[in-house]
């Protein structure tokens, strides 16, 4: 007995993997392939749908795209079942049977097509166009908080003001683009407001050591109060002079603007949008490949060993924090230096939230993050063009599309979402 | 302002048997010192002065500060008087004075006493309106304290007011009851779909791991369209004959007795809620502190690794605290629809509670009497507010910013301590002076 325990064995060790079998997401992508059948063979409507490519003013048209609904939806809901299946197929592959990103992509926008086509057949055309155009404008400022709530939650710290940081940008960008009439120093005043918001955060959570959702709670509620007063007080008051600022002019960029589609959504913009696009990609740059990207995920991750390594843990915190805050306060300014003048009573309307929601749907990194903004911002945009084309679903469950699927899409292909490891956890250096 | 803040010492202080063994454990590790034990009376004072009554009292005092910075710096008397500050510079304080005083005198008379009326009747009035603006206050802040107890944030307050309301607004008036049995039946109700509600995000946190902060706010919204869509849909909520997306009225025999009805004197719109908001503090103090379940619940909220090891089902923790929170939140719905405004409700009918609610959980420190009497504060606050608002042009708002200031301070007492260069309490190391914040888990 003991010489055969002590004789080392010459087979090769192997480990046994447990194989672990996610079937969440193709069960939901079984669902909505239902969904597009029922809407194929069930409620088939008659008449044709019809997509516009080209805007007006393009200097390349493209010819609207015109088929029978019936055809585009049967078709569609037949590439959805084989969509699904195959999903099936990756996911029976065991351990690593993933649902691949590009799966989930194609389905999704396949599943919008026919949905489009379905409920516009026989109405007014679908602006391709103008839906996307929509999209990237309610998109904006989650993406600004968005990016904001990454970086600072990377660093380990909670941020839930982003509500507040988008309100007081928007407040101080339109008071101090409205006296001194340059939306430049609009914007700036914006970033210095959400900074505000963010030293306060910072202070409270590093410095004093209150838990940072509490802080983030309270402060939502102490700029919504704040902003309120003064806007009944202050900017009503006079509101020529306090409460309307010029706005940044759109700057098509030559060339670029002309292209089909892409052009009109992307490239016909205001300085706030290029400044959007350059913000995620030096987010994201910043976080994964440059040094100070390193430090900030180290103390996010494990402090002590950040510490251990000389790096000052709070101090990184406090200026990370504070930095989110300047690029969520650049999404504020947009509220009132690009899509109205003024400011109004809490007109950032929870979207803070929906950039909170993203961030958690984006799994902290700063590019899923920004596609889960677009896809809030795209959800919201579609019930106002459903609207106009005149869709048979009551408006009120268009508007609760987007926040159904974030609930399928948390619940569902999320699953549990991990945060980085001493997210909200105050550093005490012993 | 004394009048107002004397009550409030001992409101603010949640309990103070359980925080003594924190302050005094830590001490009988210290090994002998040689410096002698300082005198009794000294080490009374400290402990006074160093405790949460006197950190809360003077969290107030500087929030009522900051309001004044607030309205005497937007007073255009003031502005005017301090544009010839150096030639008489009495106009500016007298100016300072009036408004500061104006407003707050204005708060008194809208939150506690109106000496400005003829009979003791309506003299009192006031007070009766701060308990019901706290009745939905406290019975939402006793869900959200709930959550926070287990680890839980549950932001869903407003969706879940609202489901609540819905079905409390249904039944009071589609079906003919009994006087009082209509209006048990109704809270019933409205405990169950604010109990359904919150119970989704319980069972979703319990099943898959979603966050529970993103899928109640999610279900915030959904609620909101979800009643919108039935209120201005014939034959669903909307009350017949009408366009508006609002309900009827509820049957009177729905509707919970106020004050005047059991006293046949004034106009008092205090109402039956308020009995049940105190028992329902009662249930979750008896949950919470005396009943298995509670000291399960409070063990997830502690640690949920340690508390499974233990052998605690945590996902069924979960859903259970989720439940009972959306039924506490389910009971301000209710008294919203057939208390506070009877006469038919539309989907804003939840105002502004939902969120309100967390400033009240964290303001009691998650403590069902904390939050009792927490949500009496703001009560008052909200109730003074709409008199300062009619009475001197200044607008509610304020109410917001002293409110989140009081919870930041009273989180961060080393802060106030450090404003008032107030000793700090022997006894209790740094850090755990320091982490002393309210106990909420969040993750």
């Not at chain 1, 007080?233 to 589609?261: A, C, H, M, W, Y």
């Not at chain 1, 900030?296 to 990184?316: M, Q, W």
């Not at chain 2, 209790?428 to 106990?439: E, M, Q, S, W, Y």
Request: hydrophobic fraction near 55%; charged fraction near 10%; proline fraction near 6%.
């Amino acid at each position: 007995m003991s010489a055969t325990a002590v004789t080392p064995s010459t087979a090769p060790i192997t480990h046994e993997t447990a194989i672990r079998r996610d079937l969440k997401a193709p069960i939901a992508l079984d669902v909505f392939a239902v969904v597009a059948l029922v809407l194929a063979f069930l409620a088939p409507r008659p008449g044709d749908s019809v997509f516009m490519l080209s805007t007006g003013s393009d200097a390349i048209q493209l010819p609207p795209l015109s088929a029978p609904s019936v055809v585009i939806v049967t078709v569609i809901a037949v590439l959805l079942v084989a969509l699904a299946v195959l999903a099936h197929l990756y996911a029976a592959r065991g351990a690593r049977g993933r649902v691949p990103l590009w799966l989930l992509a194609v389905f999704g926008v396949l599943f919008l097509v026919a949905f489009l086509a379905w409920a516009s057949s026989g109405e007014r055309p679908v602006q391709v166009p103008g839906l996307l155009v929509g999209t990237l404008a309610l998109s904006t400022p989650i993406i600004f908080g968005a990016l904001g709530g990454v970086i600072g939650e990377r660093a380990g710290v909670v941020n839930v003001a982003i509500e507040g940081q988008l309100l007081l940008g928007a407040f101080s960008a339109a008071f101090v683009g409205s006296i001194t009439n340059q939306p430049v120093l609009g914007l700036l005043a914006a970033m210095a407001g959400a900074v505000l918001v963010a030293f306060v955060l910072a202070v409270f959570a590093i410095r004093y050591i209150v838990d940072q959702v509490i802080v983030g709670v309270v402060l939502n509620v102490l700029v919504a109060g704040l902003t309120s007063f003064l806007y009944s007080k202050v900017l009503t008051s006079n509101s020529q002079l306090f409460n309307s600022t010029d706005r940044f002019p759109q700057i098509p960029i030559p060339g670029l603007s002309e292209i089909p589609i892409i052009g009109p959504v992307f490239f016909r913009q205001t300085i706030i949008v290029y400044l959007m696009y350059f913000a995620v990609f030096m987010v994201w740059f910043g976080l994964y490949k440059t040094r100070w990207g390193l430090r900030v995920r180290a103390v996010g991750e494990h402090p002590t060993a950040a510490d251990t390594v000389g790096i000052n843990v709070n101090r990184t915190r406090f200026w990370t924090v504070a930095l989110a805050g300047a690029i969520a306060g650049m999404g504020g300014a947009y509220f009132t230096l690009d899509s109205v003048s003024s400011f109004n009573k809490e007109m950032t309307n929870g979207l803070g939230f929906i950039a909170l929601a993203a961030v958690i749907f984006g799994q902290w990194h700063p590019l899923r993050a920004t596609l889960a903004a677009l896809l809030f911002g795209f959800a919201t945009n579609l019930q106002s063009v459903l609207g106009i084309i005149g869709s048979p679903v009551p408006s009120e469950f268009m508007l609760m599309l987007p926040y159904v699927v974030t609930i399928f899409a948390v619940a569902g292909l999320v699953g549990v979402s991990r945060a980085p490891a001493a997210d909200g956890k105050p550093y005490i250096k012993s | 302002m004394s009048e107002k803040s004397e009550p409030k010492a001992s409101e603010t202080t949640p309990e103070p048997e359980s925080t003594a063994p924190d302050s005094t454990a830590p001490e009988s590790t210290v090994p002998e010192s040689t410096v002698p034990e300082a005198p009794k009376t000294n080490q009374i004072i400290r402990e006074i002065m160093g405790g949460n009554a006197v950190v809360s009292v003077l969290a107030i005092v500087l929030a009522l500060l900051v309001g004044s910075i607030l309205i005497v710096f937007t007073d255009e008397d003031v502005q005017t008087a301090a544009g010839y500050f150096f030639s008489r510079p009495g106009d500016t304080f007298a100016a300072l004075a009036r408004a500061i005083g104006g407003a707050y005198s204005a708060l008194f008379q809208g939150a506690i006493f109106n000496w400005k009326r003829d009979s003791f009747v309506d003299q009192i009035k006031p007070l009766t309106e701060t308990l019901t603006f706290a009745t939905p206050l406290i019975a939402a802040g006793l869900g959200v304290a709930l959550g926070f107890r287990v680890g839980l944030f549950n932001i869903g307050g407003r969706g879940q007011i609202i489901i609540a309301a819905a079905v409390a607004g249904w039944i009071s008036w589609s079906f003919p009851m009994p006087f009082f049995l209509h209006m048990l039946v109704c809270v019933v109700g409205a405990i169950a779909g604010g109990a359904l509600w919150a119970g989704i995000a319980g069972f979703l946190k319990a099943r898959t791991g979603a966050h529970e902060v993103i899928v109640t706010i999610m279900l915030n919204y959904v609620a909101f369209y979800l009643v919108s869509f039935l209120l201005r849909t014939p034959g669903a909520l909307q009350a017949p004959g009408s366009n508006n997306p609002k309900s009827p009225p509820a049957l009177k025999t729905a509707v919970m007795p106020t004050l005047s009805d059991l006293l046949g004197v004034g106009t008092y719109r205090l109402h039956f809620g308020f009995i049940l908001v105190i028992l329902a503090t009662i249930f979750l103090w008896y949950l919470l502190n005396r009943s298995a379940m509670g000291f399960q619940f409070r063990a997830v909220g502690e640690n949920p690794h340690a508390a499974r090891v233990a052998g605690i089902s945590v996902p069924m923790v979960y859903i259970m605290s989720m439940v009972i929170a959306g039924g506490l939140v389910g009971l301000a719905g209710a008294s919203q629809v057939l208390g506070t405004t009877t006469s038919g409700f539309s989907a804003g009918v939840d105002a502004g509670i939902g969120f309100d609610a967390i400033t009240v959980a964290l303001l009691g420190r998650s403590r069902p009497w904390g939050v009792f009497f927490s949500g009496i504060l703001f009560g008052a606050l909200k109730a003074g507010g709409y008199t300062m608002q009619a009475s001197q042009g200044i607008p509610i708002d304020i109410i917001l910013v002293v409110q989140s200031v009081i919870v930041l301070l009273i989180a961060a007492p080393p802060l106030v301590r450090t404003v008032f260069r107030l000793p700090t309490p022997r006894g209790i190391p740094i850090l755990r002076r320091a982490g002393r914040t309210p106990k909420v888990v969040t993750k």
